[in-house]
């Protein structure tokens, strides 16, 4: 199947790959703010797709209908804290990378490039820490779980996520909970489409080990 890109963006397959890997190396090589400190994380999640609209998932969780679709996910991001040193402040701002393999019903690659916010990080293990991201996502070939949902996909579409992130703000290891959606953004692309699905991953803090 061709390539699909949306229609007030440039065309081309191979100028749209050139440019998300121009962003990618950016987003690779930033540097740290003048006087904020940056963390670095290593996650990996797994999760199954499901037929629901996201807000579905959220209000009723007893009818989430799940899809053979499924997704292996591997990702790097480098967070910067709002808060003065030594201080728990209003929380963080980051930017993620994330490389998906998806299989099931469906067999591709999807890449995402969200920037987000997460709420602090607290030393009680009971309270949460919540991050809400948004970006591009680009998919090797046109969803066909999207395609069986609303009859059309294409390769790049909006990307957000909301997550839940369980444990210490002093722990190696964090669990979390994700929602991942992609949908053409109020008809910014060109498929009328969109897609949910649900993780659940480890997070690695590389930045507190000695």
């Known amino acids: 199947m061709p390539c699909r890109l949306p229609k007030r963006l440039a065309t081309g397959c191979c100028a749209r790959a050139e440019l998300a890997a121009a962003v990618l190396a950016g987003a690779v090589s930033l540097g740290d703010p003048a006087g904020a400190e940056g963390r670095s994380y290593v996650s990996a999640a797994a999760g199954q797709m499901t ?13 989430v ?21 030594g201080h728990i402040g209003p929380g963080f701002v980051g930017v993620e990378i994330d490389a998906l393999g998806h299989f099931g019903e469906q067999t591709h690659l999807e890449f995402t490039l969200p920037i987000f916010y997460r709420t602090p990080r607290f030393e009680n293990p009971l309270i949460p820490s919540f991050a809400y991201g948004a970006g591009l996502s680009f998919a090797t070939r046109p969803s066909e779980t999207e395609i069986a949902r609303t009859g059309s996909s294409t ?56």
């Open 155 to 210: 390769n790049l579409l909006a990307h957000w996520f909301f997550e839940i992130e369980f444990g210490r703000a002093s722990s190696v290891w964090r669990p979390y909970v994700r929602l991942h959606h992609r949908s053409d953004a109020w008809g910014t692309f060109d498929a009328d489409t969109g897609s949910n699905a649900v993780l659940i991953g480890i997070r690695w803090d590389r930045s507190v080990l000695p």
């Open 65 to 85: 209908r799940p899809r053979n679709a499924w997704q292996l996910a591997a990702s790097v991001s480098r967070e910067w804290s709002l808060a003065r040193p």
């Open 51 to 63: 037929d629901n609209e996201w807000g579905e998932l959220f209000d009723d969780w007893g009818s």
